[in-house]
């Protein structure tokens, strides 16, 4: 019970919806007033959720801990009401941090959609425990308002309106005093109808308002009716009501609007006077409640902000990346540059920095999350008067009486990063410097390695907006005349020289800060969020030269330090930065797991730049690389140096993790690495190369099938692909039939433990392979050559029963052939 308790408070003393105004916590202390220490909300609601769900199953869904008394009933029923209570603060705070972004993106991954429908469940599955408890020992009733009010709190979130509607008829169940599964219902409290219009205030547009507004006309209703017993409270609206009132009604087509505001704050002081008998006085609160509620429009899918579209050098084909730093999404409207002017968004800015100003006229002193509304609002508008304006905000806010936050500097740091504008590496150093400046007397304004992560970023993405121009610029000279002048030639050569010499010192300048902060800034920190930092410092800066590189290529220069081979020199050099740490043996096992992510992504993604500068060169370029000595591509040309990155990963993998404890991401970084080396050897054209491929190809085989066999159990990954590459490149580097032949044989030998099998335990617990896109492939890389159809025989699954030739030669040869 002392433990749930713990969890109750740790889990509503984080949110920010107020709820404790809702959720009365009753006879039951505070986690402090027992003297012991919260668990910190670091982790996210989610983690928080699955440790209460944990602790239900533990400590009251088990046979050794049924009721023998109707007290023991009692205390039972009244701690599935602090879990149940704890659950609903739990969920209404990973709503407001999904809102927000806040939650930890490995965890937000994975119950986003599932994740709010097994809580919904399993908060169906407590208030039915309670309904159990209540007609185990004298028919009385364990049930409160405050149950249900947790339990609207856990509705699904996945259909806002389903849900919406399902806590609009419990209200209603409620207020008939209907029975609920045989057990007597009690009468609705306030805390119900805030529930019930919270709930409408997650559905978008007129119906969600309306929805709102409907239900507070019910709880109107109430608070001047005589329906509610004589020995309970009367029914009024509290705070919380009012904040939901004002911070739906604020809105004109989804956009906050000045002038609505005003109207519903003197509205909902009239309703507090009429019904309540006493005027409210808006406070912080109430003018945060008109703003917060933007917060949850601007929502965006995970897949919107961590995606990065890299565009080649023509300006054609583009690459999705992925983004481990996802606090970029807050600037994610900079992506590609400043955009034009939108009224609509400029007007919006503008009402809220309105609204804001008002507040202060009115003696309330503005909050950092009305700061952070205003500053978010401008950098909505995408364009470059918008960011200035939004720093401007943010120097307010550091000046007022508020407490600032690293986050309030978000969004102003993500856009500079993102904006491809060529002084934004400045601005965002210049940034850094003041916060550093300010951490002198508020140390927890100085700046993380998100932060300073932002500095490479923003580097990359002035290569980013150069190679656009560049395109463009190709495709204007392509489409006039032939005959210009000389100085016009002249002048564009001119142009292209300096930006080929911008683009490699802005690769230069991301080598220098990921130098500066690696490793000193790694072995000063253990902390998750810090690491995935790194991740993109290292992967910013390996595009960064591979970009470099293949810019070259378009446009030659004469200088021996802007050429595709210093640029590849470059980067593989950043790989042997791991050198030290791979050696080295890593006392904590989270950390070896994430260093093991960290070296596989950028491993994986050299191996992908050296096939793009290959491959994403236009195929009529006369540029195109070769080595003056062997004619092979730069991927090959350096395939002793892949080699040794995929030798090195398996030796610290294997040294770290000799007990197989995998994570599902570890997993997944392993197999992009595999995929990504063996679609470099896709551009193998000459024989003398084929011993490099069938030997990576050994050595990727041979790991797979270590990984398989100290893998205990844990999430299958298809690995299909992987598979099948290694088949398609046997067909394309293996000449001879019956080498090809055995090569395929070993291939299908070492995918057959991945197998589906019809007993589930039979199967692996590491990963799985499809057979049939297997056999498949292995017919392609055969070709029509007429061995191929008894060779696929021997792996044909049901081989067709043939009539027997009897004791013939043909007989014979097709016996030894299966």
Excluded at 93 to 99: A, H, K, N, P
Excluded at 786 to 815: S, W
């Amino acid at each position: 019970g002392r433990i749930a308790e713990i969890w109750a408070n740790s889990s509503s003393s984080s949110t920010e919806t107020s709820s404790s105004m809702m959720m009365p916590r009753g006879s039951f202390k505070s986690a402090q007033e027992y003297g012991i220490t919260t668990p910190s909300s670091s982790g996210g609601a989610t983690k928080k959720i699955e440790s209460i769900l944990n602790w239900y199953e533990r400590s009251v869904n088990n046979e050794n801990n049924e009721p023998q008394s109707h007290g023991e009933a009692l205390a039972l029923a009244q701690l599935c009401n602090t879990i149940l209570e704890a659950l609903g603060d739990a969920n209404s705070e990973q709503q407001q941090q999904l809102s927000l972004g806040e939650e930890d993106g490995d965890v937000e991954e994975e119950r986003t959609h599932d994740g709010d429908v097994y809580v919904e469940k399993d908060a169906k599955m407590i208030l039915d425990k309670i309904v159990n408890l209540s007609t185990t020992f004298d028919d009385e009733t364990f049930l409160d308002a405050d149950a249900f009010n947790a339990y609207i709190r856990c509705l699904s979130r996945v259909d806002p309106m389903k849900s919406a509607i399902s806590a609009t008829e419990l209200l209603e169940s409620m207020a008939n005093r209907e029975n609920y599964h045989g057990s007597g219902i009690v009468h609705p409290n306030v805390g119900t109808y805030n529930a019930v219009m919270a709930s409408w205030a997650l559905v978008p547009g007129i119906e969600g308002q309306q929805g709102v507004n409907d239900t507070f006309s019910l709880l109107e209703t109430a608070s001047l009716g005589d329906d509610h017993d004589s020995d309970e409270c009367p029914i009024h609206p509290n705070k919380e009501t009012f904040k939901i009132l004002i911070a739906v009604n604020s809105k004109v087509e989804d956009r906050f609007s000045f002038e609505q505001a005003k109207l519903h704050l003197y509205r909902i002081q009239r309703l507090s006077d009429s019904i309540c008998g006493k005027v409210l006085i808006p406070d912080t609160d109430i003018y945060n409640a008109a703003l917060s509620s933007l917060l949850s429009k601007k929502k965006k899918k995970k897949s919107d902000f961590h995606s990065e579209v890299v565009v080649d050098n023509d300006n054609n084909q583009k690459y999705a990346k992925s983004w481990e730093d996802g606090w970029l999404r807050y600037g994610h409207q900079y992506h590609g540059g400043f955009k034009s002017m939108n009224k609509s968004s400029i007007t919006e800015a503008t009402d809220m920095a309105k609204w804001l100003l008002h507040a202060e006229k009115r003696g309330v002193n503005p909050n950092v999350e009305m700061y952070e509304a205003v500053i978010q609002a401008w950098i909505e508008t995408g364009t470059k008067e918008g960011l200035l304006t939004a720093e401007e905000w943010a120097k307010r806010a550091v000046t007022s009486s508020s407490p600032t936050r690293l986050k309030t500097f978000h969004p102003i740091i993500a856009a500079w990063a993102l904006s491809q504008f060529e002084r934004a590496p400045h601005r965002v150093t210049e940034w850094n410097r003041q916060l550093v400046a300010m951490s002198a007397s508020k140390p927890h304004l100085k700046p993380d390695l998100n932060f300073l992560s932002a500095q490479i970023i923003a580097w990359k993405n002035v290569q980013a907006g150069i190679m656009t121009r560049l395109g463009e610029r190709k495709e204007l000279s392509s489409s006039e005349d032939d005959l210009t002048s000389e100085t016009v030639d002249s002048d564009n050569e001119s142009k292209i020289r300096r930006d080929v010499e911008t683009i490699f010192a802005s690769a230069q300048s991301c080598k220098q800060l990921l130098e500066k902060f690696y490793p000193n800034e790694l072995n000063s920190t253990q902390d998750t969020n810090a690491l995935k930092a790194f991740t993109s410092m290292f992967t910013h800066t390996i595009q960064a030269w591979g970009c470099a590189s293949r810019v070259t290529l378009l446009y030659p220069t004469s200088s021996v330090l802007l050429d595709t081979s210093h640029g590849v020199d470059e980067m593989l050099k950043i790989a042997r930065l791991f050198d030290d740490k791979l050696g080295a043996d890593e006392s904590e096992e989270e950390h070896a797991q994430h260093m093991l992510r960290l070296v596989g992504t950028s491993y994986a993604e050299i191996a992908s730049q050296l096939y793009q500068i290959d491959s994403d060169v236009d195929s009529d370029a006369e540029t195109r690389y070769e080595s003056s000595i062997s004619g092979r591509t730069i991927f090959l040309e350096k395939f002793s140096h892949i080699e040794r990155m995929l030798r090195d990963y398996d030796f610290y993998s294997r040294k770290q993790f000799s007990q197989g404890m995998f994570t599902p991401e570890s997993k997944s970084v392993r197999h992009r690495l595999y995929k990504e080396v063996l679609q470099g050897c896709a551009g193998v054209t000459l024989p003398a190369d084929c011993g490099h491929v069938v030997r990576v190809c050994k050595l990727i085989m041979d790991n797979l099938s270590w990984q398989e066999e100290q893998c205990q159990d844990g999430v299958q990954e298809d690995i299909t692909e992987i598979f099948v590459d290694m088949a398609l490149l046997a067909g394309t580097v293996v000449k001879v039939p019956d080498e090809r032949m055995y090569v395929l044989t070993a291939i299908h030998n070492n995918a057959s433990r991945f197998f589906k099998r019809k007993k589930s335990f039979e199967t692996s617990s590491y990963a799985t392979v499809d057979r049939a896109a297997l056999v498949g492939a292995m017919r392609m890389a055969m070709g029509d050559s007429e061995l191929t159809e008894p060779f696929l025989r021997h792996f044909d699954k049901r081989p067709t029963k043939q009539k027997a030739r009897g004791n013939t030669a043909m007989a014979f040869v097709e016996e030894m052939m299966r």
